[in-house]
């Protein structure tokens, strides 16, 4: 995925000013960022919820800036956003029954073989006829990151997944997070504030200040740059 000189405006409100950067195909990044620098609204416009009012979004060479949420998430874009959107009413097969079918149609077979697949990779294997709704926090995070994956896509965008988790829990969302990039070669981009997770991801980190990419790097050279742990800690936001 490529990002070339990204803005968004709200009348005359500024929010991504010149937003640039680049992840190749198959790593991960990880965003951190301020409250109020422009996180949310650029996960907006990259899923097409926001149409950036200048600059460009490309996926696979193709551009996705200005598409329907619909045509963007066709093309290869999952997100899971920080409240779980799963049927709490349905069971874990259930659910993730609803979110294979774009991906294996009416191939009964295909369809079970997905479902036992992503049940094993998100740890809910033993769960597959309990209601979603009666899971743990954590375990509905996980259903919902399995939802997600359910239609293979290119480009996975986790917002703050760990929010609310365990420890333990926190620990296994970081096996499903590292499976997902080095044995399925999926793309990952991750909003989170829990640097513990952040520091076990071994991701690079991209951090945003007003609206652009004030540096990137890995999370020893975030720590160890003055400018980054002023903005960071809100001394500059």
């Known amino acids: 995925m490529t990002v070339t000189d990204l803005h968004k405006s709200f009348g005359g409100l500024k929010v991504l000013r010149g937003l640039t950067f680049a992840i190749p195909d198959g790593e991960m990044r990880v965003l951190l960022g301020p409250n109020g620098c422009g996180k949310s609204t650029f996960l907006k416009t990259l899923i097409g919820l926001y149409r950036p009012s200048g600059g460009?979004?490309?996926l696979a060479g193709e551009r996705i800036d200005g598409m329907h949420p619909h045509e963007i998430a066709r093309r290869g874009v999952s997100t899971k956003?920080?409240?779980p959107s799963i049927f709490k009413e349905l069971t874990v097969d259930q659910n993730l029954r609803i979110a294979v079918q774009r991906t294996t149609g009416a191939d009964a077979t295909a369809r079970a073989a997905l479902i036992d697949e992503t049940k094993d990779l998100i740890g809910l294997a033993d769960k597959s006829d309990l209601k979603a709704g009666t899971l743990s926090h954590g375990h509905q995070q996980w259903l919902e990151i399995g939802m997600a994956i359910a239609s293979r896509p290119k480009l996975l965008l986790l917002d703050e997944p760990t929010a609310g988790m365990t420890p333990e829990e926190t620990q296994q969302t970081v096996r499903i997070v590292t499976r997902l990039n080095k044995e399925r070669g999926m793309s990952v981009v991750i909003v989170e504030h829990d640097m513990g997770f952040v520091a076990e991801?071994?991701?690079?980190i991209l951090v945003l200040y007003q609206g652009t990419i004030f540096f990137e790097?890995?999370?020893k050279e975030v720590?160890?740059?003055e400018s980054v742990r002023d903005i960071y800690f809100g001394s500059r936001a």
Not at 201 to 204: D, V
């Open 217 to 219: 790097g890995s999370l």
């Open 56 to 58: 460009e979004i490309r």
């Open 81 to 83: 956003l920080q409240v």
């Open 223 to 225: 720590r160890s740059n």
């Open 201 to 204: 991801l071994a991701a690079q």
